[in-house]
């Protein structure tokens, strides 16, 4: 991939980041590979680089900054153009070029996997997703409200992916395999629920209730002292049932119910024009 936006933008193969440097440049082709493919306004740019107070001569400043990132993306070798549009601009590359592009591809096969019933397909297609999320998006990048929305929707839909490549891990029958990912995971987002009860299923279908059980606990006193708030009933029942040595959780996994059945639509990756 010649185009990274996990854990900070980067342009160019072998590591080396041949992208521009000035901060408002980065924040343009940052927006611009986020929305790959699709025209992005001149008032949508403008919005993004100065807010609320653009300068008198902002037309004339982004027409140079698209003039150099087109320099830029030649000299790294990247075959990717920026188009000026009717009204605006638009990135042209192979999704495959940008590492976004790769993951979404891998989680609508995983996808796809997923309802056509092969638990085991979907779950390798979004731990191989997972693996190229190496951190936040454009974390490196000073991001304006568009683009800030914009990673702020991925997040999202990165959370809802792990969700359900943990489950499928489950639904496989992986539960120890999973321990070490779900257990990094947790301490990752300490307030997810559905991460929390994968990782307690886990556990306990590796015969450590009492670690479960802890879990169980850190989540709890996570959500109050955040929050102000109890773990959600379903993750109580899990609670419960870990403490019993009973439940959903304990029986196959191709015949137990999942506890996190309001993240059980697709996951769908959000669109290069969604902001």
């Known amino acids: 991939m010649l ?3 996990f854990g900070g933008l980067r342009l160019g193969a072998g590591g080396a980041d041949a992208g521009p440097s000035a ?17 992005v306004t001149v008032e949508t740019c403008v919005r993004e680089l100065w807010d609320d107070l653009p ?17 830029v993306l030649a000299r790294a070798g990247v075959p990717a153009v920026v188009e000026t549009c009717r009204r605006g601009y638009r990135l042209l590359a192979d999704p495959a070029l940008t590492d976004l592009g790769v993951v979404r591809e891998l989680a609508r096969q995983g996808d796809e996997h997923a309802g056509a019933g092969h638990a085991a397909r979907a779950a390798r297609r979004w731990r191989e997703a997972l693996a190229l999320w ?5 974390a490196d990048v000073r991001t304006g409200p568009v683009t800030t929305d914009i990673v702020e929707h991925l997040h999202q839909w990165g959370l809802l992916l792990v969700d359900r490549y943990l489950e499928a891990e489950l639904r ?3 539960h120890r395999q999973v321990v070490p990912a779900a ?6 987002h300490p307030l997810r629920e559905p991460i929390h009860a994968s990782l307690m299923a886990a556990l306990h279908r590796s015969g450590r209730q009492a670690d479960a059980v ?13 929050l102000g708030v109890e773990p959600s009933a379903a993750v109580q029942r899990l609670h419960r049932a870990v403490r019993a040595g009973a439940g959903p959780w304990l029986e196959p996994p191709e015949e137990h119910a999942s506890l996190v059945v309001r993240h059980r639509h697709v996951v769908s990756a959000p669109s290069p024009g969604a902001s």
Not at 23 to 39: C, E, I, S
Not at 134 to 138: F, K, M, Q, Y
Not at 214 to 226: C, F, I, N, S, W
């Open 23 to 39: 901060p408002k440049q980065r924040q343009l082709l940052g927006l611009l590979v986020l929305r790959a493919g699709t025209t």
């Open 3 to 5: 185009i990274d936006v």
């Open 214 to 226: 802890l879990v169980y606990q850190r989540l709890a006193g996570a959500l109050r002292h955040e």
């Open 134 to 138: 190496r951190g936040p998006v454009l």
């Open 55 to 71: 300068p008198r001569s902002c037309a004339t400043t982004l027409q140079t900054y698209v003039m150099h990132l087109r320099r």
């Open 183 to 188: 257990t990094a995971l947790a301490g990752r």
């Open 172 to 174: 496989c029958g992986r």
